[in-house]
């Protein structure tokens, strides 16, 4: 079974830039999430999709973070215009159903952003 | 607001070791209890844990949750230099999963 695909593993850009991520996750899951982690500190949920819908955006920073899904299939995340605190790893996971008992979600490889 | 606390931080151990690591969560609407191991960037699945007092095992690693204390255990005996990651708890409450800080565990030959 394929796993949850990411691209790009790296990106380095300069303040101010905008940036892209896409995520592929496992086929059937209906449940795709963002998270981003900043080094030494666990996963932060940033945006979870039900199919294209959005479940939770509530940590979302909307000035300058968007997310979509459009066929409830890929997604992909954006920010900009890009801030050096947006240097983390950007963890796309997906799972069957929404965290009902019994499933458990699958990661991605994540993208490292370093912004300079 | 959901919270996750794990310790400690970070531990160092030597191989051969048994290391205990702590996880208690303060959630409404529990709904079960994950680790994961995280060695490079993506976090993999160790265990789910939904009932108290029932023993998760797999391999040398084993995990048990109280829910009326609110904690989880995640032992790990006879530690190898291959252990040494990132140890991270999770816990779903509705249709959210929160994460802990995680314990940075680094096992020495």
């Known amino acids: 079974e394929a796993g949850v695909a990411q691209s790009p593993r790296y990106k380095i850009i300069e303040k101010r830039q905008s940036v892209a991520f896409w995520c592929n996750p496992i086929s059937g899951h209906a449940t795709l999430y963002w998270y981003q982690q900043i080094l030494g500190q666990g996963p932060k949920l940033l945006i979870q999709f039900q199919n294209n819908g959005v479940v939770d955006d509530s940590q979302l920073p909307k000035d300058r973070f968007s997310a979509e899904r459009l066929k409830g299939v890929d997604s992909t995340l954006k920010i900009q215009p890009a801030k050096l605190e947006d240097s983390a790893v950007y963890l796309c996971a997906s799972s069957l159903f929404r965290y009902r008992v019994g499933t458990e979600a699958f990661f991605g490889q994540g993208t490292r952003l370093t912004v300079v | 607001e959901d919270k996750v606390v794990q310790s400690p931080l970070s531990l160092v151990v030597h191989e051969g070791d048994t290391v205990t690591l702590n996880c208690s969560y303060e959630?409404?609407?529990?709904?079960?209890l994950l680790w994961y191991k995280q060695e490079k960037k993506a976090p993999t699945f160790l265990f789910m844990l939904?009932?108290?007092?029932i023993e998760k095992k797999s391999g040398r690693l084993s995990s048990i949750l109280d829910k009326k204390e609110l904690f989880s255990i995640l032992n790990i005996t006879a530690t190898q230099t291959g252990d040494s990651a990132i140890y991270l708890c999770?816990?779903?409450?509705?249709?959210?999963?929160?994460f802990g800080e995680g314990t940075q565990l680094t096992v020495n030959p």
């Open positions: 999770a816990v779903t409450s509705g249709s959210r999963l929160t």
């Open positions: 959630v409404t609407n529990f709904r079960s």
């Open positions: 939904t009932s108290s007092g």
